[in-house]
């Protein structure tokens, strides 16, 4: 079956720029408290859990969802401008943002009244932190290898097996997670998968950090002996998760944050070539900013789609893919440029430490959220390739 791709050209609506002063109006009120430093990109300050909280008081979080949980029934794109804002502040938003892209939207779906009703206000007031259990050992972005095994007990399921690169783990109060309640079939492999709602502070879940090159440990292996999850916390259809999690990730791909997580080196070497480029720093800006700007029609116009209900997966995909790629490559690109800028402490001293960061954080960029070749695959088989 091939899906109908399509971008549709969506601008913003007038409401989208009032929301954007206002954001940055808050924003610039944090970076004067000290709360984070724009100029320190991926630093999680002291006060994460406090950023979150205010940023849940402005009514920023679950702004799509119904009121009755905590939601606001504002637009999609409305928060794709405060997404885009946060990202481009580098403001700390590792502790809220899981919940808010894709943890909400599955619990909004898929859990019962009472844990709608007793974690979905939480997130919305910046309360709680999630991760998602997807990827585990020896099986890399190929989610229908997963392992770790749940197995029925009297009143719910314990779980044994790891998840690893699972993000904010160490940090998280809960954990939306895939685990294996039955064999795949030689028909079917993507059978036998069941997502779960996991309380991190159950005993037999163990977290250890994975300690990257740039000096942070935002990743985890998570280790289950045991751990018992209640009957009420299995998310859908048991052994049909695939089908949920193929949803998850139209909200999980297509967001700026695909490409914006290096973006901060272009804006300084911008201020670095000052107000009179040469040519060849002109040529290569105006390229990388009108790169900029198509990904980011893409990603606003899938904002849109959210928006009147669809599941645009292969879009995503594309966003992501293009995304993850441009973002990857643009500490080089820019270090190239740099290369004729002349060099003194007032012009070059943050553009080099920011290269230098982004330059090892780059690596992880098109791993995260689905390698660069399943996104691929998903694309063909969404264009009826394979």
Known sequence: MTAALRFDPIRLPPECEALRKDVRAFLAEEVAAGTFDPHRPQREGNDARGFSRR???HGWLGMTWPKQYGGHER???ERYVVTEEMRVANAPTRHFFVADRQSGPVLLKYA????KMDILPRICRGEVCFSIGMSEPN????LFAAKTKATKTDGGWLINGSKIWT???HVADYMIAIFRTSPSTKENRRHGLTQFLVDMKTPGIAVNPIKQITGQAEFNEVVFTDAFVPDDHVLGEIDGAWKQATSELAYERSGPERFLETYYVLTELVRAVGPNPDTRAAEGIGRLVAQLHTMRRMSVSVAGMLQAGKEPVVEASIVKDIGTVWEQQLPHRVRDLAAFVDVDPSNHATLA??????TKLAPKLTIQGGTTEVLRGIIARGLGLR
Do not use: T
Not at 139 to 142: H, L, P, T, V
């Open 55 to 57: 940023v849940g008081a």
């Open 75 to 77: 637009s999609f794109l």
């Open 112 to 115: 019962p009244e009472h844990i």
């Open 139 to 142: 099986s890399g972005s190929d």
């Open 167 to 169: 993000s904010s783990a």
């Open 353 to 358: 430490e920011q290269l230098a960061f982004a």
